[in-house]
T-cell receptor
Framework: GAGVSQSPRYKVAKRGQDVALRCDPI?????LFWYQQALGQGPEFLTY????????KSGLPSDRFFAERPEGSVSTLKIQRTQQEDSAVYLC??????????????FGSGTRLTVV | LAKTTQPISMDSYEGQEVNITCSHN???????ITWYQQFPSQGPRFIIQ???TKVTNEVASLFIPADRKSSTLSLPRVSLSDTAVYYC??????????????FGTGTQLKVEL
């Protein structure tokens, strides 16, 4: 597709429920990132994939968060046993090249997760 | 990680030039300076990137002094549609394993008639 597509656009989960958020990056983009954005704050890094390899997951806030990109294209961010503090917008971004100093990332519109 | 400091908010009127300054005192030698724009309910959008001196594209200009400890995003003749949050970012210089973009809280620009 022309841009980064994320689904669902909105998700309401009951506390304790598991959720899965999907990201379809731009076709051929090797780098894929997940960010979490709380209300009124800037996005915060969660994890980074280069193709199918998860090279950095240092931003994942707990072991309830898990991300995968098995075939190097679509990625899924899974949150187990959701808590209210997980309520945020989850943004996915992709880039055509790997490595440092490449900041021309394309972001999706995000998934707004509300945990009740 | 190199940190940035920018004003929380700015107000302007249509047709004016807006300059948003960002300070990044501990920027690393191989770090670039990048600005993103974010509208409500959308992801950030890349605006411009530079390393030193001046960079200009169809949207904005970026001015970077020789010491690179600050940068200024210049938006010429803003319109209502430029109302958004603007983020100044610098890289953390990590090699090989990708980059953690550090956004901060950004500058909320409000443009009025």
């Amino acid at each position: 597709g022309a841009g980064v597509s994320q689904s669902p656009r909105y998700k309401v989960a009951k506390r304790g429920q598991d959720v899965a958020l999907r990201c379809d990056p731009i076709s051929g983009h090797v780098s894929l990132f997940w960010y979490q954005q709380a209300l009124g704050q800037g996005p915060e890094f969660l994890t980074y994939f280069q193709n199918e390899a998860q090279l950095d997951k240092s931003g994942l806030p707990s072991d309830r968060f898990f991300a995968e990109r098995p075939e190097g294209s679509v990625s899924t961010l899974k949150i187990q046993r959701t808590q209210q503090e997980d309520s945020a917008v989850y943004l996915c971004a992709s880039s055509s090249v790997p490595g440092p100093n490449n900041y021309g990332y394309t972001f999706g519109s995000g998934t707004r997760l509300t945990v009740v | 990680l190199a940190k940035t400091t920018q004003p929380i908010s700015m107000d302007s009127y249509e047709g004016q030039e807006v300059n948003i300054t960002c300070s990044h005192n501990n920027i690393a030698t191989n770090d670039y300076i990048t600005w993103y724009q974010q509208f409500p309910s959308q992801g950030p959008r890349f605006i411009i990137q530079g390393y030193k001196t001046k960079v200009t594209n169809e949207v904005a200009s970026l001015f970077i002094p020789a010491d690179r400890k600050s940068s200024t995003l210049s938006l010429p003749r803003v319109s209502l549609s430029d109302t958004a949050v603007y983020y100044c970012l610098v890289g953390d210089g990590v090699t090989g394993g990708g980059n953690k973009l550090t956004f901060g809280t950004g500058t909320q620009l409000k443009v009025e008639l």
